[in-house]
């Protein structure tokens, strides 16, 4: 958000612009360079958090440091070049993923789509502006995966693609663009994870709802990760806008499966 809000000021008032770094350690840049576990060994003795490592553990760690600055090796954050390019000109959103919804078919949380703060999702914290406003304030509880506000950390479910939605709160959603080849009906599974109270969940698709409120059950732990089902989702062929709306918040989510459903006669 604070990417596509700088670059849309700066081209509207005719001020060209240089990103620079194009890459470093971090994720929140156009590319991103692996820092090799030998060389942070490096780092933490330079800042008096570690021992001295030894020499040959050094050279390897800082050698494989530079060889990771080659650009084949970064990991390219197409979310970070979409909101400085893309997301300047347009309020559409565009999937981060392609979701191809047929029987079987796993929608990770994580991967929402792409799109302005507010039209491809909505987090209560999504960017900082201390420069204007003087005063540092949390805008992501994760760092990981992505750098939009959506809070992403590490998942240690038996299935996921290595990551979870966490800090859900009351009001936050995640859109989705999704695809059926054919009209169908199904039984869509939620995986969530819930240390205290839970919480409640709705889907809506195309900005209509499709179900009631869900209760996400309390597992005591935030990653100890149950299964709830909601039965006889009608969903439409073609392409589709799938929201996930956080009534009440509380709790991690991993993934959504779709499964047939056993009531093949239903027609309504």
């Known amino acids: 958000a604070w990417f596509t809000d700088v670059i849309t000021l700066l081209e509207s008032n005719k001020i ?19 820092i090799d576990a030998r060389a942070e060994q490096v780092f933490d003795y330079w800042k008096g958090k570690a021992a001295k490592p030894s020499r040959a553990t ?13 650009i084949k090796n970064n990991i390219v954050h197409r979310d970070v070049i979409d909101a400085m390019t893309r997301q300047v000109s347009t309020a559409d959103v565009t999937p981060f993923r392609q979701h191809i919804i047929v029987p079987g078919a796993f929608l990770y949380a994580t991967d929402y789509d792409m799109g302005r703060s507010g039209i491809s999702y909505h987090d209560e914290d999504s960017a900082e502006y201390w420069v204007s406003t003087s005063k540092r304030t949390a805008w992501n509880s994760g760092g990981y995966y992505r750098n939009d506000g959506v809070d992403i950390e590490p998942c240690t479910d ?11 709160q009351a009001g936050e959603w995640l859109q989705y663009s999704i695809y059926l080849p054919e009209d169908g009906l199904f039984d869509v599974h939620l995986r969530t994870a819930a240390k205290e109270s839970g919480g409640e969940v709705r889907l809506l698709v195309n900005d209509a709802f499709i179900t009631g409120k869900i209760l996400v059950p309390r597992t005591g732990e935030t990653q100890k990760w149950e299964t709830s089902t909601l039965r006889n989702i009608k969903l439409p062929k073609g392409w589709s806008r799938l ?6 918040g509380g709790f991690n989510l991993n993934y959504l499966e779709f499964t047939q459903t056993d009531n093949a006669t239903r027609t309504d």
């Open 16 to 34: 060209g612009w240089n990103m620079w770094p194009l890459k470093k350690s971090g994720l929140n840049n156009p590319l991103q360079v692996i």
């Open 243 to 248: 929201r996930v709306l956080a009534t009440s």
């Open 58 to 70: 050094a050279l390897e760690g800082l050698l494989q440091l530079a060889k990771n600055t080659n």
């Open 158 to 168: 038996a299935v996921s693609n290595g990551y979870n939605v966490g800090w859900i």
